[in-house]
């Protein structure tokens, strides 16, 4: 089994993007504009993307259960 290490400068700026993404920050795409550092710039947009792509499951998975809620409670005859 092969560990792979990830580089500590994308996975600080993959939490970064998150976290700022998660707090819904105005100043987010202006970071990731001026950001020089490759690795920082390119953990910062991954970690954007997988807070988007989590708010978006999440979303979802909310108006599954609300149809399901719906659903339930209609009788067909």
């Known amino acids: 089994m092969s560990e792979e290490t990830v580089d500590p400068i ?3 700026g993959f939490e ?5 993404q998660r707090g ?3 100043d ?3 970071i990731i504009e001026r950001s ?4 920082y710039k390119s953990g910062l947009k991954a970690g954007k993307k997988e807070a988007v792509r989590e708010a978006v499951r999440a ?3 909310d108006n599954s259960e609300q ?6 409670g209609l009788d067909v005859d």
Do not use: E, F, P, V
């Open 10 to 12: 994308y996975k600080k």
């Open 16 to 20: 970064h993007g998150y976290w700022l």
């Open 24 to 26: 819904n920050s105005k």
């Open 28 to 30: 987010l795409d202006g």
């Open 36 to 39: 020089n550092y490759g690795q």
């Open 59 to 61: 979303r979802l998975q």
């Open 67 to 72: 149809s399901k809620d719906i659903q339930a």
